[in-house]
């Protein structure tokens, strides 16, 4: 028997996205971003979100279908992201994801969306070694798991205790002016930098911050760092080396990050970690976590930068895991959950 095939849906936040999946291999990916509709307003406007994804489902999923050189009928199962996420955007997939899952009288997965950007690496570099390490770096959260089983056993063992990684990098990058989503424009601008010019604080990293928050992150330190330091800048009449502080700025998150995540592997006796959320796309954060890596003897799993950012894929992906795993199907009364704890694979 062939391995099952499964639609992903995810609608989480600014992007309308779905992925066919034949088990672990991808077959379509096809996202629709209202990025643009938010960029002028310095985030994402929940309501713009909701409607941009109710606008571009059924175009999305029917793209998906066509480049997968599948009939929907052939589907074997839904899975569709139930949460975290703003609440508006999470119903327009999830109705999506029900109404085809009733239609088509096929099962509905409902999969936990930071799950997806842990689980996503598999399309890539095959099946996950158990137990692994998972650094998780998006824009709403910031945590390092131990993965036992990515379909029934993840612990979260760290997160950020203010902002997470990404939610700094775009506060960092309107300071900087740099405009919206920040990340990618941070990581461009850090290339022309020196990230040795300006020593911003590494969050919860002293000696006694370790005893209780070993494994957690706080970035609120380093972006207000950032912000007296521009001002500084600018009250003295001298211009913001906008490059310098960029480098500089990445370089403190990247190295604290790099080195808890190290850490962690090392205390759980863990020998893979595997890189996931829109900041894994972080090209400073890649190298760094490489580099340490192989001096730690740990080996590193990190997907593409497409596949780090929301996508559909991720979603079918974890919905593969759950049906090879058994796990039983969601209900077609589940809700979407807009604060799902990351140990909640599925609902
Ligand atoms: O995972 P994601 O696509 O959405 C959430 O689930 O939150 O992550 C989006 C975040 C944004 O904060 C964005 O600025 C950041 O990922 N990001 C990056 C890069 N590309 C995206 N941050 C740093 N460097 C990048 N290259
Ligand atoms: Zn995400």
């Not at 002028?40 to 406007?45: L, N, T």
């Not at 109710?54 to 489902?57: G, I, V």
């Given at each position: 028997m062939s391995d099952p095939l499964i639609l992903g849906i995810e609608s989480s936040c600014d992007e309308t996205a779905v992925g066919i999946v034949r088990g672990l291999t991808l077959l379509s990916n096809e996202v629709a971003s209202s990025v643009?509709?938010?960029?002028?307003?310095?985030?994402?406007?929940?309501?713009?979100a909701s409607r941009a994804h109710?606008?571009?489902?059924w175009p999305t999923l029917t793209r998906a279908v066509d480049k997968a050189g599948i009939d929907l009928?052939?589907?074997?199962?839904?899975?569709?992201?139930a949460g975290p996420g703003l609440m508006g955007a999470l119903v327009v997939g999830l109705s999506a994801a029900k109404a085809l899952?009733?239609?088509?009288?096929k099962p509905l997965y409902g999969v936990n969306h930071?799950?997806?950007?842990?689980?996503?690496?598999?399309?890539?570099?095959?099946?996950?070694?158990?137990?692994s390490m998972a650094l998780l770096v998006s824009g709403g959260h910031t945590s390092i798991l131990r993965v036992d089983d990515i379909a029934t056993d993840v612990t979260e063992i760290g997160s950020t205790i203010d902002d997470a990684a990404g939610e700094a990098y775009d506060k960092v990058a309107r300071l900087l002016g740099l405009g919206y989503p920040g990340g990618p424009l941070i990581d461009r601008m850090a290339a022309e930098g020196d990230p040795q010019a300006i020593a911003f604080p590494r969050g919860l990293s002293t000696r006694r911050d370790l005893i209780r928050h070993r494994f957690d992150f706080s970035f609120s330190g380093a972006k207000t760092a950032v912000a007296r330091w521009v001002e500084l800048c600018r009250r003295d009449g001298k211009e913001v080396p906008v490059a310098d502080v960029a480098a500089s700025f990445q370089e403190a998150v990247a190295d604290v990050l790099t080195a808890k995540a190290v850490d962690a592997c090392q205390t759980h006796e863990i020998d893979t970690i595997l890189l996931g959320g829109g900041v894994a796309a972080n090209s400073r954060l890649r190298s760094l976590l490489a580099e340490r890596c192989e001096q730690a003897g740990i080996a590193v799993r990190q997907p593409?930068?497409?596949l780090c950012t929301d996508n559909g894929a991720m979603i079918a992906a974890v919905g593969a895991h759950?049906?090879?795993?058994?796990v039983s199907p969601s209900s077609l009364d589940i809700s979407a959950d807009s604060s799902l704890p990351v140990s909640r694979?599925?609902?």
């Open positions: 643009d509709e938010h960029a002028r307003y310095g985030g994402v406007v929940p309501e713009i109710l606008e571009a489902m009928s052939e589907v074997d199962a839904i899975a569709v992201t899952a009733y239609v088509l009288n930071l799950i997806g950007h842990v689980g996503v690496d598999v399309l890539e570099h095959g099946p996950l070694p158990k137990p593409r930068p497409g759950l049906v090879a795993a058994g694979v599925s609902v």
